[in-house]
């Protein structure tokens, strides 16, 4: 068997109970087809490097399962159908895996640790959330929530249009 890695974008609003449902389904494609699911990685709302359909970010989620090659057309039939996929990969992680308990153990465990730090992540987030509007409240000046996540990404800041001023400061002078 091989290991096979389907990352998908999903738009943007969609629900997490249908995200949730949409991952059901293509994990029942898995099955029916002779796959065996492993772990389904959830990287969260990105912006996306160029508009697609009108989108400018989508929910990025990659399905990792174990197969002989035969689902993959299968999987991919589905995510074509399937309307709120806006673009879809697959790639061949491992050309040969021979001990399935072990890779299914050690997927059990990875996803384990990943809800951990998603509800540690969700924690956090609502701390941030309820910072930011008692601080709102209290009238004090509050940074947008992209913002944040501009700096947590190392995302430059926007221009200004200013290229005079960015040229004095690079040569150094006035």
């Known amino acids: 068997m091989r290991e096979y890695d389907t990352t998908f974008i999903v738009q ?10 949409m991952l059901e ?6 099955e029916r087809s002779g796959a065996i699911p492993l772990e389904v990685e959830d990287a969260g709302k990105r912006k996306l490097a160029y ?3 009108k989108f400018q970010k989508g929910h990025y989620l990659s399905l ?6 035969k689902s993959v057309a299968e999987l991919e039939r589905a995510l074509r159908l399937d309307e709120s996929v806006l673009r879809f990969l697959t790639v061949r992680k491992l050309d040969r895996v021979d001990d399935i308990q072990a890779r299914k153990a050690r997927a059990v465990e990875l996803e384990k ?5 998603a ?5 956090r987030e609502a701390e941030e959330r309820a910072a930011r ?6 009238g004090e000046p509050v940074a ?5 996540e501009d700096e947590r990404y190392g995302r430059p800041e926007a221009d200004d249009g200013d290229d005079e001023a960015d040229d004095r400061t690079r040569s150094g002078g006035e």
């Open 113 to 117: 640790t990943r809800r951990e730090r």
């Open 64 to 69: 990792l399962y174990l197969d002989a090659g």
């Open 144 to 148: 947008a929530a992209d913002d944040d």
């Open 25 to 30: 389904k293509l994990r029942g494609v898995l």
């Open 119 to 123: 509800a540690e992540r969700a924690v």
């Open 51 to 53: 508009e697609i359909g």
């Open 12 to 21: 943007p609003e969609i629900s997490e109970e249908s995200r949730e449902a």
């Open 133 to 138: 509007e008692a601080a709102q409240l209290a």
